[in-house]
């Protein structure tokens, strides 16, 4: 029996060992989507106890607590942070096959070096440890990251963002890491919802114009996005709940922003009218700049009512959505590629059953800006597991170029999340490596080692043209 999580935790062969450890282990991070606060890294921050750094936003530990029974007044309530931290504890040893717990240890071991078991017994014994050792300069905010090897951070960003916490990043010198913002239109495509027209007056104040027809929101976007590019940016995140083909007229687009602008009902038809003529404005905008569209789709989001109206949105009640999108995706990128207009893209569904569909999707509207011009996106939030990994990866692989993914990111809105880096570099190299072991390729360690350390890190660097 191997010992838990010891130096060789998910490498089962000899050629997954050497792979990761010679070849894998110690290249840099480049985290190019997260969810984590600039401000905290502009301003260096010193976290009080494990409970803020581990427990505050993080939805996936929220869910797994919740699961056990446990009141929210010890989740997102008023209970102490020692409280949520003893139930989150107490909680932890019954989600074997857990991501979480995984993550949770691998945590400890590299930032807290802390090797033995977290539950309800040594809670005490890990949250001194960890309080302690998080008032050492090593674990604040830049101690946490350069301690981590991470050479860039992009991060998720509103269009009517200032962004001074990224220029102050960017002119601190003492600061060794690069802070890039990501474009993260969503709400201004949110037509539907009750707060589009205050959002839409917040975008004309940000542009600094008048707003009153989409070719307004355009040209206001079109500022923005100058700006963004300024700071660094070089990709978009769109979070959507499916993907939208739905042409329509410029008449009709602007009659259905007038309603949405008035507060007016729509139909889920005219919603997607102007989404998809918002959407395909921005993603010319993506191409003419170089930068990378990423879209994230097949949620279902703030499924339990009262839950939603006592906390609010992403605290733990999305859930995955049916896929039915192949024949939008491909229309939508078709007729952008008819243009020239398609931007390199990376494509992420919720739903693992959309794994095959999305790989053979890629393979389309592949082209000559870069290798794996058309990305299927590492495995996303609930596929973010060992096997949501696998399988993502084996049907790359089955359908696509491997050698060519843009590999892991954290999507985390915490700054000890890093290890999740490692934990998919393990699985990778475990998967090439039994492939290897089975005769399925030749044991090429100088092609089978720079493919590895590729997808860890150089590929994304140069797919995105980042200046690391």
């Not at 060992?17 to 905290?40: F, G, R, S, W």
């Amino acid at each position: 029996m191997k010992q838990f999580m010891d130096e060789d935790f998910l490498l089962s062969n000899e050629t997954a060992k050497t792979l990761y450890h010679d070849y894998a282990e110690k290249m840099p991070i480049v985290d190019y989507h997260c969810h984590i606060n600039p401000q905290e890294i502009a301003e260096d921050r010193q976290f009080s106890n494990i409970t803020q750094v581990w427990l505050g936003g993080d939805h996936y530990k929220w869910r797994m607590i919740r699961s056990n029974g446990v009141e929210e007044k010890y989740i997102t309530g008023d209970g102490t942070d020692r409280e949520k931290f003893q139930k989150f504890a107490e909680s932890l040893p019954r989600a074997i096959g857990n991501p979480l717990y995984h993550w949770t240890h691998l945590e400890l071991k590299r930032y807290f070096g802390y090797d033995g078991v977290l539950n309800g017994d040594t809670a005490e014994e890990v949250w001194n440890l960890c309080n302690a050792k998080l008032q050492t300069k090593e674990l604040s905010v830049r101690g946490i990251i350069e301690k981590s090897n991470v050479k860039l951070i992009g991060t998720t960003d509103d269009p009517i963002d200032s962004l001074k916490w990224h220029k102050a990043i960017k002119e601190d010198s003492t600061c060794k890491v690069k802070v890039v913002p990501t474009w993260r239109p969503d709400k201004i495509m949110n037509i539907e919802k009750p707060t589009f027209a205050e959002y839409v007056s917040s975008l004309a104040k940000a542009s600094g114009m008048e707003i009153k027809t989409v070719k307004d929101v355009c040209a206001a976007l079109e500022k923005r996005l100058n700006h963004f590019e300024e700071m660094g940016c070089k990709a978009s995140d769109h979070g959507m709940n499916y993907v939208i083909y739905n042409p329509a007229s410029e008449a009709e687009v602007e009659e259905i922003f007038k309603k949405g602008l008035n507060g007016e009902a729509l139909t889920q038809d005219e919603v997607d009218k102007y989404k998809y003529a918002v959407l395909m404005f921005l993603a010319k905008q993506y191409a003419k700049r170089g930068w990378v569209m990423q879209i994230h789709y097949g949620t279902i989001r703030d499924t339990n009512t009262a839950m939603f109206e006592r906390l609010g949105p992403d605290t733990g009640f999305d859930c995955i959505g049916t896929p039915n999108c192949a024949e939008a995706i491909t229309k939508f990128m078709d007729a952008l590629n008819q243009t020239n207009e398609l931007p390199k893209t990376i494509l992420y569904s919720l739903n693992p059953i959309d794994n095959q569909m999305l790989d053979s999707v890629i393979g389309c509207f592949q082209g000559t800006e870069a290798a794996g011009k058309i990305q299927h996106g590492a495995a996303w939030w609930f596929n973010d597991n060992k096997t949501g990994m696998i399988d993502q990866m084996t049907s790359l692989a089955n359908l696509s170029v491997l050698g060519n993914f843009v590999g892991m990111l954290t999507d985390s809105r915490s700054f000890l999340s890093y290890t999740r880096h490692e934990y998919f570099r393990r699985i990778l190299c475990n998967l090439i490596g039994t492939w290897v072991e089975n005769g399925e390729y030749p044991c090429d360690m100088k092609t089978l080692g720079q493919m590895v350390q590729d997808i860890s890190y150089n590929n994304a660097v140069r797919y995105f043209g980042f200046d690391v």
